[in-house]
């Protein structure tokens, strides 16, 4: 049998109607997963989900720091599909601010949505009634902020470093459960919303000096959904506890 593959698997997926998010949702339905997408714009969802290769798949308009609210879904999806053999938290936001003016509700807004909501799903995802008993694997999309500083990014560089800090107590935890828990760190991803923004507010000199840092190009959503696929997949049945960085070369300069 293909190790790689991910046929009969249950992978739920936030951030799923854009992004990173939503070619993590089209990769894991291409390689035979059934997917429930969770995001906040459900135009976006229906969208995705008619890009997604056959399946009984589902989607949940959703705010993820909607706590109290998390396992309400989680178990609708349990009930419709079965148990989750996976998940990828590629829910996030980033709030480029100087330090000098950035306020303490800024960092509340980025842990909220970049951590806490994350963990959470995590702690209801490993409940023996949602989590598959032959094992399964979460994923959380960091980014290379997490290693690495740059200016104006103090709260999102701690928020995405708080992730792959807390992937490994988590893994330790889980692993008695058959549960595997790894991070992805990308550098820039040409086709997201997030640096479509981020462009918009740069003059040609300084996306220069972004294109420059990767040895290798900027990446592509497809880039990152081909990591989460191999770490959702029994390809990487003994790989947990770890950040993978895909970066095109941004942290060995």
Not at 71 to 90: L, W
């Amino acid at each position: 049998m293909n190790p790689f593959t991910l046929e009969g698997k249950k992978i739920l997926i936030t951030g799923a109607s854009s992004g990173i998010g939503k070619q993590c949702a089209i990769s894991c339905s291409q390689m035979g997963a059934i997917v429930i997408l969770i995001g906040r714009n459900e135009e976006k969802l229906i969208k995705t989900m008619a890009l997604l290769s056959k399946g009984d798949h589902q989607y949940y308009v959703f705010d993820v720091t909607n706590y109290p609210e998390i396992e309400s879904i989680v178990k609708e999806a349990v009930d419709k599909t079965g148990k989750i053999s996976g998940f990828i938290y590629s829910a996030g936001i980033e709030i480029p601010m100087p330090l000098n003016v950035t306020q303490p509700e800024h960092y509340e807004a980025l842990f909220a949505t970049n951590v806490i909501a994350g963990f959470e799903f995590a702690k209801i995802l490993s409940k023996k009634k949602y989590s598959d008993e032959s094992g399964s694997s979460f994923v959380f999309i960091a980014s290379i902020m997490s290693t690495v500083g740059d200016s104006s990014l103090s709260g999102y560089s701690a928020s995405k470093g708080a992730i792959v800090a807390g992937i490994r107590s988590i893994a330790l935890e889980l692993a008695n459960k058959k549960i595997r828990v790894n991070a992805i760190s990308p550098a820039q991803i040409s086709d997201t919303k997030m640096t479509s923004n981020k462009f918009s507010l740069l003059n040609k000199e300084d996306i220069d000096k972004i294109y420059d840092r990767h040895p290798l190009g900027l990446g592509s959503a497809e880039d990152v959904a081909n990591g989460c696929v191999y770490l959702l997949s029994d390809a990487s049945k003994w790989i947990t506890g770890t950040n993978l960085i895909i970066d095109g070369g941004y942290s060995a300069k």
